[in-house]
Structures are given as C-alpha cells and as structure tokens.
C-alpha cells in the first residue's frame, strides 16, 4: 500500500521560516509529479507548489519568492522549504504525488500556523 507521510508542520511567527517533508512508501514505481495543496479554515483547498522528476518546478503566485519546492527522486521524498511566513500561510499543508501508473495520492496534511 502507497502511503504519504509529511513532517515539519509546526507554530511560527511570522516572518519565520519551516521546512515540510514528505516521503513516500510502498510499491508506488517512479513518480512523474509531487507536490503541496494546502487549506486554511474556510477555504477551498488551494495549490501552492510542485516539481517533476526532472525538477521542473511550479509555485502559486502568494508563494513565489518565499518557498522552495526541492526533491529527492531515490528517496521518492519532497521538501518544501517556507520563508517569511505569513499570517496567510496558516493552512494544513497536503503532500500528493503522481505515479508514473497510478492516480494522484494524498498525504493525511500537516499544520501550519503562522503567529503574530
């Protein structure tokens, strides 16, 4: 069974910086894409930044600048890298990957609040 564990989610002040981990497990083959969605209370779920395996990256607009997506393809794992944290980046962060031969998988989210 393919599973996401994430890690790092924490409280922050903000201006602050965290650093999200994900790793994938199982039989899950090569993955084409990973990434993070993230909610915050009240709101839809938004995209917020992804990388291929040839690490081609994207970001959301509100994060460009300020978080870095990077991965590891052997360790099938990816990191999101969060600078200057604002109160707006309080959501539950969602790791997802897309294997070469399988739907998107979702990771169970982590917190992240950012304070004042």
């Known amino acids: 069974q393919v599973r996401l564990a994430e890690s790092g989610g924490a409280l922050v002040q903000v201006g602050g910086s965290l650093r999200l981990s994900c790793a994938a497990s199982g039989s899950i083959g090569r993955i084409n894409f990973m990434g993070w969605w993230r909610q915050a209370p009240g709101k839809q779920r938004e995209f917020v930044a992804s990388?291929?395996?040839?690490?081609?990256?994207n970001y959301a607009d509100s994060v460009k600048g300020r978080f870095t997506i990077s991965n590891d393809n052997a360790k099938n794992t990816v990191h999101l890298q969060m600078n200057s944290l604002e109160l707006e980046d309080t959501a539950v962060y969602y790791c997802?990957?897309?294997?070469?031969?399988?739907?998107?998988?979702w990771g169970q989210g982590t917190q992240v609040t950012v304070s004042s």
């Open positions: 997802y990957c897309i294997p070469a031969l399988s739907s998107r998988i």
């Open positions: 990388i291929t395996n040839g690490a081609i990256t």
